[in-house]
T-cell receptor
Framework: DAGITQSPRHKVTETGTPVTLRCHQT?????MYWYRQDPGHGLRLIHY???????DKGEVSDGYSVSRSKTEDFLLTLESATSSQTSVYFC??????????????FGPGTRLTVL | QKEVEQNSGPLSVPEGAIASLNCTYS??????FFWYRQYSGKSPELIMS????GDKEDGRFTAQLNKASQYVSLLIRDSQPSDSATYLC????????FGKGTLLTVNP
């Protein structure tokens, strides 16, 4: 499995505060992804990156921003957290987006609660 | 909108039986298909990837792909209680879309 870590693993914050989640991978994968997972919705893509400083939106990007200053690190920021952003957030990475090297490997997840 | 649909479940099978998980997808441009297993409170872990029509076997797991019917399945033979988890189907056309998952329970 790809070596992917996420920090923090758990976080409780208040509405209106900024929050940054970090993803770190040691596989030198070019592509990195942020998903959120909610009951009844499954895994949904928030943003992804296809290289250092290269990012694009996923299907649920409103209220989120991302940055990638190094190959190994991908940050997800909630500028002003809302209760609707309470979720479990997963980071993933892949070597490419083309078969057969497009398998995504997931980090352990961050459980975020916004009060 | 590109969708991946899974049999909603939950699915319950006795130990030693064959568990059959099914998935359909709407995007005919999808080239890659994945089955992930997710234990409660854990992250998805890859079980199988499949790219060509037909069957692909790995131990007790067999993935089947039929692009004409836009159908992917996962068979788990000799099901074990440790197979109890949510199974996620994903299809990718340069962007991976997941189904909502099927909860499988294997009863001892």
């Amino acid at each position: 499995d790809a070596g992917i870590t996420q920090s923090p693993r758990h976080k409780v914050t208040e509405t209106g505060t900024p929050v940054t989640l970090r993803c770190h991978q040691t596989e030198n994968h070019r592509y990195m992804y942020w998903y959120r997972q909610d009951p009844g919705h499954g895994l949904r893509l928030i943003h992804y990156s296809y290289g250092v400083k290269d990012t694009d939106k996923g299907e649920v990007s409103d209220g989120y921003s991302v940055s990638r200053s190094k190959t190994e690190d991908f940050l997800l920021t909630l500028e002003s957290a809302t209760s609707s952003q309470t979720s479990v957030y997963f980071c993933a990475s892949s070597y490419s987006r083309s078969p057969p090297t497009d398998t995504q490997y997931f980090g352990p997840g961050t459980r975020l609660t916004v009060l | 909108q590109k969708e991946v649909e899974q049999n909603s479940g939950p699915l319950s099978v006795p130990e030693g039986a064959i568990a059959s998980l099914n998935c359909t997808y709407s995007d005919r441009g999808s080239q890659s298909f994945f089955w992930y297993r997710q234990y409660s409170g854990k992250s998805p872990e890859l079980i199988m990837s499949i790219y060509s029509n037909g069957d692909k076997e790995d131990g007790r797991f067999t993935a089947q792909l039929n692009k004409a019917s836009q159908y992917v399945s996962l068979l788990i033979r000799d099901s074990q209680p440790s197979d109890s988890a949510t199974y996620l189907c994903g299809g990718s056309n340069y962007k991976l879309t997941f189904g909502k998952g099927t909860l499988l329970t294997v009863n001892p």
